[in-house]
């Protein structure tokens, strides 16, 4: 982790609209691919990134291995979901990415909400133990890939991160968390408006800025103020994004919609 004191090294990028903010990120995931082809990426769900992944897609159409080499560790998932639930990050991740990039499956990372893996080495393990152990083994997994390279990340209204809400500490790693009712309605679509988990693994906040660089994507007016803040208030653990300011490679890439309060 790199850290400094003074001003802001955050690099700020405005584009047009949606499209050209998803085209952008998706050059910015291409370069990196490109420049190191044993990338480390660290992926985000969400809509923002819905046309990221859109972009990548269509650049890999024809290649077989267009992500060959390339590990990927999602930021997040809900506890207690199967992969295959409509609302998970992993079928998220499925239909959007991996099922159209020739990457291994061996190379796809994602938390276990259900930590199948850690119970099947011990079955009589209290369910939140397990779910201790499954955070665990996904530090240590990122940590044998060498670390994450490149980490996209959204921005949630109230400046969390991943399922970082705010609060939570700027040294935290992967862990449990409760989600707040504000998240959870914002993501009420994916469970068709229905039930949206109270519980999630995330990335912690120390995780994601050991990250080598990040890129924050922000799209649409109901970002703006998230986005003002951003760029004016403090560094806080009640504003998780403002951790960001921390870090001396962060390009915050925001289109003019949510750039309008800045
Ligand atoms: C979700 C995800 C975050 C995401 C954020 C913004 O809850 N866990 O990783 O970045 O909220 O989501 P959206 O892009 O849908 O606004």
Redesign the pocket.
């Known amino acids: 982790m790199r850290l400094r004191q003074r001003q802001s090294p955050l690099r700020w990028e405005t584009v047009s609209g949606y499209d050209a903010l998803s085209e952008r990120a998706a050059e910015r995931v291409l370069g990196a691919i490109i420049h190191q082809p044993r990338l480390v990426l660290g992926l985000?769900?969400?809509?923002?990134?819905?046309g990221m992944y859109a972009h990548l897609v269509q650049h890999c159409v024809g290649q077989e291995r267009c992500f060959d080499g390339v590990k990927t560790f999602n930021?997040?998932e809900y506890v207690g979901l199967k992969p295959d639930h409509p609302g998970s990050?992993a079928r998220y991740m499925q239909q959007r990415l991996f099922d159209h990039v020739g990457l291994f499956e061996g190379d796809i990372f994602i938390p276990d909400g259900l930590a199948e893996d850690v119970l099947a080495d011990e079955p009589d393990l209290p369910m939140h133990q397990a779910l201790e152990r499954e955070c665990e083994r996904y530090e240590r997994a990122i940590a044998d890939a060498g670390g994450l390279d490149l980490t996209v990340?959204?921005?949630?209204?109230n400046g969390?991160?991943?399922?970082n809400e705010p609060g939570s500490p700027f040294d935290s790693r992967t862990r449990v968390v409760r989600?707040d009712d504000e998240?959870r309605r914002?993501?009420a679509q994916y469970f068709g408006n229905g039930d949206v988990p109270e519980w999630?693994i995330?990335m912690g906040l120390a995780t994601i800025l050991a990250s080598k660089s990040i890129v924050l994507?922000?799209?649409?007016a109901?970002?703006a103020e998230a986005v003002a803040r951003l760029r004016h208030g403090p560094v806080a653990e009640s504003f998780p994004a403002s951790l960001l300011h921390l870090h001396d490679d962060v390009t915050v890439l925001v289109d003019r919609e949510a750039a309008r309060l800045l």
Do not use: C, M, V
Not at 153 to 157: H, Q
């Open positions: 985000p769900t969400g809509r923002t990134p819905e930021l997040d990050y990340l959204g921005l949630g209204r969390h991160i991943a399922f989600l998240t914002a993501n999630a995330t994507l922000a799209s649409g109901s970002k």
